[in-house]
Each structure stands twice: as structure tokens, then as C-alpha cells.
């Protein structure tokens, strides 16, 4: 355990709070599309992610979902600390993109820590303004780009989040993802097909020239 750690998160944590780290989690390993968390559940454990991808969503009064983020190696989210730290139940359903492997810390070790060590404080706060910045992106994207230019910008963050030109999703989960209808979603893909820049085929899309 100790080596995965330190190479997820090795450059942000001394030796002492790596070795505190190992001895106080859990490893878990996760299937694609396993849910960790779902909204409305109390969070006893915070997760720090080693390998793979989670993607956050948050649903709206109609229950439909909207993607905000991803999680990668070397993240936590900060919305799941917020839920350990004051003990409420979470906002966000969070999944998993990619097989993931992460090790789950226990809650009354965030306090011990936040006093302890100094770079655990950093990454905490760290954590919370890249996050905040990426719902700002996710907010902006929502007010201010067109669905075209949101596909776009989606195609790319999995492509990147999964490390492959593939996106292995259905037209009804990209639409899921980004809040629309499956209708418009697949209008826009075949748009992007005729323009050269992706390939449909009946269980994937593969990126070509975005």
C-alpha cells in the first residue's frame, strides 16, 4: 500500500503522514460504474483516489443528473471531506468512470490530521479550490456554452479521464451526463461525424480529431 501511495501522492505528503495514511485506511477496489456514494448518504470515510477515474454528479429537483467534475489519481473530493468534517449527508452521487482503486480514510483522522501536518492542511485546501474552480467551469459551461461546444468539452474530459480516443458510452448516457435529451445528443454526434472529427459505432465513439 505504502508504495501506491507514495506514487499517487508521494510529491504532496512527507513520510510520516504517508506511513499514518497506511496504517490507518482501507484499501477498495472498484468495477466501472460502481456507485460510492449516492445523495443522502452519511459519510463515514473519505476517499483518496490511487488509480482509475469517479465522476461527481448532482441531481435536480426533477432527478435528473448532471455531471460536475471528474476525480483522478492524486484527488479527493472536496464536497465528500465537507460531509465527513460536519458530519452531514452528501449533495453528490459519486461513480466510478474506470475500474478505480483508492484507499478509504476514517473520518476522525481528518481533524488529528489537519492539525498535525502541514501538507495535509495544503491538500485539503487545495482540493476545495480546484474543485470550486471546476464547478465554476461547470457552471459557465451551463450558461454560457452551446450544447455542441458542451459535447465537445465532454468528449474530451472522458477521453482524457480514461487515457483512450474510445469513449465507451451509449447516447442516452452522454445526454444523462450532460443534462439534455438523447435525441439532441445523437444529432450532434452525427454533426461531428460528418465534420471528420469522430467515428459512431454501436457501443462506442472513437475520437479522431477533436
Given at each position: 500500500m505504502?508504495?501506491?501511495l507514495k506514487n499517487s501522492y508521494g510529491h504532496l505528503f512527507e513520510d510520516e503522514l504517508l506511513e499514518d495514511i497506511s496504517r490507518s485506511g482501507t484499501i477498495k477496489e472498484?468495477?466501472?460504474?460502481?456507485?460510492?456514494?449516492?445523495i443522502g448518504q452519511y459519510v463515514r470515510s473519505m476517499p483518496l483516489l490511487l488509480n482509475g477515474a469517479i465522476k461527481i454528479l448532482r441531481d435536480d429537483n426533477d432527478g435528473n443528473e448532471l455531471l460536475l467534475y471528474f476525480l483522478e489519481k492524486g484527488?479527493?473530493?472536496?464536497?465528500?471531506?465537507s460531509c465527513c468534517m460536519g458530519e452531514t449527508k452528501s449533495e453528490i452521487?459519486?461513480?466510478?468512470?474506470?475500474d478505480a482503486k483508492l484507499i478509504?480514510?476514517?473520518?476522525?483522522?481528518?481533524?488529528?490530521w489537519t492539525a498535525k501536518y502541514k501538507s495535509w492542511r495544503?491538500?485539503?485546501?487545495?482540493?476545495?479550490?480546484?474543485r470550486l474552480m471546476e464547478l465554476l467551469d461547470t457552471v459557465d459551461s451551463i450558461a454560457f456554452l452551446k450544447m455542441d461546444e458542451r459535447l465537445l468539452r465532454y468528449l474530451k474530459e472522458k477521453s482524457q479521464v480514461n487515457n483512450s480516443n474510445i469513449i465507451n458510452?451509449?447516447?442516452?448516457?452522454?445526454?444523462?451526463?450532460?443534462?439534455?435529451?438523447?435525441?439532441?445528443?445523437?444529432?450532434?454526434?452525427?454533426?461531428?461525424?460528418?465534420?471528420?472529427?469522430?467515428?459512431?459505432?454501436?457501443?462506442?465513439?472513437?475520437?479522431?480529431?477533436?
Open positions: 505504502i508504495k501506491e472498484i468495477p466501472e460504474n460502481f456507485k460510492l456514494m449516492e484527488d479527493t473530493c472536496a464536497m465528500t471531506l452521487r459519486a461513480i466510478a468512470e474506470t478509504m480514510v476514517p473520518v476522525e483522522k481528518m481533524e488529528t495544503n491538500f485539503v485546501f487545495e482540493s476545495y479550490h480546484n458510452s451509449t447516447h442516452q448516457e452522454i445526454a444523462y451526463d450532460l443534462h439534455t435529451s438523447r435525441v439532441v445528443v445523437s444529432r450532434l454526434l452525427k454533426t461531428l461525424e460528418n465534420k471528420g472529427k469522430i467515428e459512431l459505432h454501436r457501443n462506442n465513439i472513437t475520437l479522431i480529431n477533436l
